[in-house]
């Protein structure tokens, strides 16, 4: 049964950045039966730990039946509406997370997944400019190194190492800025301390608006904690600065909190970290737990009204925008993080990670940082710790450590020198424990065969 | 909670498809749905309607099938999704599903959320492709005037610039042609086949006008499903073996969206059915599952999809709830019943009945102009029968939309043209139905 299937899939599906040939050749693919808390389980009954709970978005864990059942629930009430109507858990939903975000973010356009979620966060933030008069403000800040989406509005944001190369994709969307990453590890500005390169790289998109005209600027748009780097804390200086910088230039500020929000940095939001209210939040995965496709773009109640009446409504419609199973799973996850205090559980088991990661770090020279709060926490891989440079491609290590930790009970896939670790919120002290225990294994292994000298 | 708080929620926090909050405030919405079956839907208020339009066109099933809830349940509770490189059996067994169900070699499926990502998806296929076939400079995209093919960046500005015109500058390499709708207010006079040559030639010339060696593809509905102010018949079929045919010669891909013609709507399986051509790439969704839960794909060709095959090939791409296993056991279950109960062809034959009524109805009103579509896709202009020249004002608009909600029909008007897309699972006596209510409403008018 489970040959046949996979037969199928290398014949007909064709798989997030897989290539069917290549899975072929290693018996690829995994296919999973059964979920529950971190852990999986394939067709041959073999059970892992999910490192990175899918994409760093099954927050609450997974076989949450009490989820199942309220989406049962829902769909056999109102499974979907007519145009230009809605539907009771929708309507809930704006208001929780009204009062769930930060200051006066109150208008919430929900969609199905984080690119859709910062599309119609910069349709809504292009079109409010033009709303205002300022019909030249258009271009849009991002930070090298950061990835906001796949579809073409948000491809262009971000990218350059490590985010993968989209020159297959061109011509590039126009009118697409980019700032420095407020990364100490590999600071642009080589800083030695953390505040440092958060005041050099704030002041770096300040210079970005100067250069090109501030009415040529519609918007900034960052994740609080940059994922593709590794779990970049940016210094408190950088949130700050960021606010006050996109006020004075009437420039607006997007937080992207698609992976940060719903916990994974041990509070609801990442914003909350530095007390900031950006202009626009946009969230997907967590608010969910990936229980069903939904993400939301979340508007300050000063910016939405710019679309209020009759005359300037947004001109945006997506099929599944305000689905009412989504909704309704997402309330009950909601509720699940909020009753079973998996956030304060994600502060604490996150902290012990990091501090496992660092005695790890002690034990093995290859690690070269280890960074990260709540339970988003990354470390990288060097080849030498002064130089931070990383071992020759051809040594394939990202691919050996995916087979090594694939075979000490871990799905952890690696595709560069960067490892995030984004589990369940739910995860538990041991269930750390063994995890930290399976990389050190790998890391061991790795060595011998690299021949490198071993600490005592 | 009751409805008026709800309401009032709503005006404060809820952003909708394209609505202004102040103006459902002003109509004592927004109307909220509270139970929905086949193709009646009720509101807060104890108001039954028949949803005309079926949400986007979109519950082909029509509302309230316990039979997809409960595959739904079944496969949360299995597993709810999946981690990083590896998938799930609904998902295989949907993409296999998918490729037995359409044309020819189609049979590589990229599962996506949504009609929007299926089409950016679809470009992206399209334009990597070339830059593995060493053509590089093949990036411009040919729509049509006056189709929609989705909300996000690369998608938008797919068949109208000034649409979107608030949205910022132009993503570029769009390229605009006609669309080949034998009712468009550009035909004057010819006949659906002429129509059909010259918009096909005119591709042509674009193609040469842009020289072929800039053009990555050709995006189009195979029966346009919406134009603004116009009714929608479909085109001749010379114009698909046309389009076809040159596509071929300049070795420029065609992608059929099928995100509102597949599973039944016209008739038969897909739009492009209709005329007997194979596309290089399909994109599907709403139909797909009904709008049970969030589903699209890209169904693409075998050797467009072997060209990311081996080496550096690799497609770069991940959309976290592409492929969700809850999904895909939702949209087998969907196409198992519309196999099982026929849904196809009702929709042909229903939909062949709806269009007879419509004429008929013709006959008594004169306010009726065009009448066109297929299947399930259908569309009636209204024309103003004292000065044919003179078009219907917007206080005609709204007092046409009241009366219909009066009479319990919720469907797409502009006021100037109705569309219906019902559940294709509808039968004739609700046909007669919505044509009784129809005809009251246009009588009072």
């Known amino acids: 049964m489970s040959n046949e299937l996979r037969e199928k899939a290398l014949k007909y599906l064709w798989m997030q950045n897989r290539d069917w040939s290549q899975m072929a050749e290693i018996g690829d693919p995994p296919i999973f039966v059964k979920g529950e808390g971190i852990r999986v389980t394939d067709t041959e009954g073999n059970t892992y730990i999910d490192v990175n709970a899918g994409y760093n978005s099954v927050n609450v864990g997974y076989g949450r039946s009490d989820i199942a059942e309220e989406i049962y629930k829902q769909m056999l009430e109102v499974n979907y509406f007519p145009q230009g109507t809605t539907t009771k858990p929708t309507i809930q939903l704006a208001k929780k997370l009204s009062d769930l975000t930060p200051g006066d973010l109150s208008r919430v356009f929900p969609v199905s997944g984080g690119s859709e979620a910062n599309e119609t966060a910069l349709k809504i933030a292009r079109a409010y400019h033009v709303k205002n008069g300022d019909i030249n403000r258009n271009k849009i800040i991002s930070r090298r190194g950061s990835y906001h989406g796949t579809t073409a509005g948000v491809l262009w944001l971000g990218g350059g190492p490590p985010v993968a190369s989209r020159d297959d994709f061109e011509p590039m969307y126009p009118n697409m800025l980019h700032a420095p990453q407020p990364n100490l590890y590999r600071c642009e500005f080589n800083s030695l301390d953390n505040s440092e390169c958060a005041i050099k790289s704030a002041n770096a998109v300040e210079d970005l608006i100067k250069f090109h005209g501030p009415d040529t600027i519609a918007a900034v748009i960052a994740e609080p904690i940059a994922i593709p780097q590794g779990a970049v804390v940016p210094g408190d200086e950088y949130w700050p600065m960021l606010r006050e910088i996109c006020d004075k230039y009437g420039v607006l500020l997007i937080a992207d909190e698609v992976i940060c929000g719903f916990g994974r940095t041990g509070k609801m939001f990442a914003m909350e970290h530095w007390g900031i209210v950006p202009d626009i939040m946009t969230v997907a995965k967590g608010i969910i737990s990936s229980y069903l496709p939904l993400a939301a773009t979340i508007v300050r109640k000063e910016i939405a009204d710019k679309f209020a009446d009759e005359d300037n409504y947004l001109k945006h419609t997506l099929t599944n925008s305000g689905h009412p199973v989504s909704a309704a799973a997402a309330l009950k996850n909601i509720e699940i993080l909020e009753n079973e205090n998996i956030i304060d559980n994600s502060a604490n088991m996150g902290k012990y990670l990091k501090e496992q990661l660092e005695v790890l770090k002690s034990d093995h020279q290859i690690i070269g940082d280890v960074r990260g709060i709540g339970l988003l926490v990354a470390f990288e891989i060097v080849s030498d710790r002064k130089t931070k440079s990383i071992f020759s491609p051809d040594l394939s290590i990202p691919d050996r450590l995916t087979e090594k930790f694939f075979k000490h009970g871990l799905i952890f896939r690696v595709s560069n020198e960067i490892l995030n670790i984004g589990p369940p919120l739910s995860i538990t002290r041991s269930e750390i424990d063994e995890i930290v225990h399976a990389i050190d294994l790998s890391l061991w292994e790795i060595e011998g065969e690299l021949g490198l000298p071993v600490n005592d | ?445």
Not at chain 2, 150 to 172: D, H, I, Q, R
Not at chain 2, 258 to 282: A, L, N, S, Y
């Open chain 2, 1 to 445: 909670m009751n409805s008026n708080n709800l309401k009032s929620i709503a005006s404060e926090h809820l952003w909708m498809n394209s609505k202004s909050w102040l103006q459902s405030k002003k109509e004592d919405g927004p109307r909220i749905i509270i139970d929905a079956k086949g193709i009646y839907v009720t509101d807060s208020e104890g108001n039954t309607f028949i949803d005309c339009n079926a949400g986007y066109s979109s519950v082909n099933l029509g509302y309230g099938r316990p039979e997809i809830a409960q595959v739904v349940k079944d496969q949360l509770n299995a597993i709810s999704y999946f981690p990083q490189a590896s998938t799930t059996e609904p998902l295989i067994k949907l993409v296999e599903k998918l490729a037995s169900i359409t044309p020819g070699d189609l049979n590589r499926i990229y599962p996506v959320t949504g009609g929007s990502e299926a089409n950016e998806t679809a470009i992206k296929i399209a334009r990597g492709y070339h830059v593995r076939r060493g053509e590089r400079g093949r990036y411009k995209i040919i729509s049509r005037e006056g189709s929609y093919h989705g909300a996000t960046g690369g998608v938008m500005w797919l068949g109208s610039p000034n649409k979107v015109a608030e949205f910022g500058v132009p993503y570029p390499g769009m390229v605009y042609t006609s669309q080949p709708n034998p009712l468009s207010k550009k035909n004057k006079n010819k006949s659906s086949y002429d129509y059909a040559v010259d918009c096909a030639n005119e591709v042509e010339r674009m193609i040469l006008y842009h020289s072929s060696k800039t053009i990555a593809a050709v995006i189009a509905e195979p029966i346009v499903s919406q134009m603004p102010d116009e009714v929608v018949s479909p085109p001749d079929i010379i114009y698909w073996e046309m389009l076809r045919d040159i596509c071929d010669r300049y070795g420029v891909l065609l992608i059929v969206d099928e995100v509102v013609c597949g599973f039944g709507r016209t008739g038969k399986w897909f739009g492009i059915d209709h005329f007997g051509i194979k596309p290089d790439i399909m994109t599907v969704a709403k139909g797909v599952v009904s709008c049970y839960v969030p589903l699209g794909a890209v169904i693409v060709s075998e050797d467009i999809a072997d060209a990311y095959v081996g080496g550096d090939n690799l497609f770069r791409q991940a959309l976290t709830f592409g492929g969700h296993p809850a999904a895909a056991a939702a949209a087998l279950k969907n196409i198992e019943i519309i196999e099982k109960e026929n849904l196809v062809n009702n929709a042909a034959e229903v939909g062949l009945y709806f269009l007879n009524k419509l004429n008929d109805l013709k006959l008594k009103h004169n306010i009726i102009g065009d009448i066109g579509g297929i299947g399930l896709m259908l569309g009636l202009s209204l024309i103003n029968s004292d000065s044919v020249n003179e078009s219907l004002n917007d206080d005609f608009s709204d007092r046409l939309k009241t009366k219909l909600i009066r009479e319990g029909l919720l469907l797409r008007t502009d006021g100037k043209t109705i569309h219906f897309g019902p559940p294709i699972c509808i039968n004739k006596n609700q046909i007669d139905e919505i044509i009784s209510k129809l005809d009251k409403v246009l009588f009072e008018l």
